[in-house]
């Protein structure tokens, strides 16, 4: 539980303090090459969600990032894995960063816009770090799950060998 809550802080932190420093120092719109024109800085505000899709229910997603975050809480109990804390601690972070704006940037509470700042212009999006933290949760969790790993980290076949050697009679049992 610990990693865990440590990644979320880390993410958290991380991606509010980024966005402090965009809103203090870029002007809306502004572009600032990082890396040439492969990776560029560009401070917009979104109140939709990813790829600005339903801009006209940003409380909509105020509500869902609020039940992930419940969610998560409830369910971390459960997580004997660090990599499986590690997927719900970068969830928990990524989610919390953009509730954080819905919930108390302009224009008002629960509607607040989200900053976005990040853009690769191959790419048809503009996103933040809890972005990239909910992303890299989700990349894992995919890792995770095809190899059957479980919330105990262990594999499928390692429960399942287990299992078999619990049902053998007392006297085959060595």
């Known amino acids: ?18 966005k402090y420093l965009v809103v203090q120092n870029l002007e809306l719109g502004e572009v600032v ?4 024109d492969l990776i560029q ?9 990813a790829f600005s899709i339903g801009n006209a229910y940003t409380w909509i997603f105020s509500i869902l990032a609020a039940a992930v975050t419940v969610f998560i809480i409830w ?22 960063g953009n509730l954080y704006d819905r919930l108390f940037r302009e224009p008002g509470f629960g509607v607040g816009h989200v900053v976005d700042f990040i853009t690769i212009p191959l790419l048809p999006a ?29 594999r499928a076949s390692e429960r399942k060998h287990e ?3 619990s049902e053998q009679p007392a006297d085959e049992q060595v």
């Open 1 to 18: 539980m610990i990693v865990l809550v440590l990644v979320a802080l880390g993410a958290l932190a991380l991606d509010q303090l980024a």
């Open 33 to 36: 090459p990082v890396v040439g």
């Open 41 to 49: 800085f560009r401070f917009v505000k979104n109140s939709g969600a």
């Open 75 to 96: 369910f971390a109990r459960r997580i004997r894995s660090f990599a499986w804390a590690l997927v719900f601690g970068l969830l928990l972070g990524g989610t919390l």
């Open 126 to 154: 503009i996103f933040n770090l809890a972005d990239v933290a909910i992303c890299c949760a989700m990349g894992l969790f995919i890792i995770l799950t095809i190899r059957g790993v479980g919330l105990d980290g262990r």
């Open 163 to 165: 299992g078999a050697d």
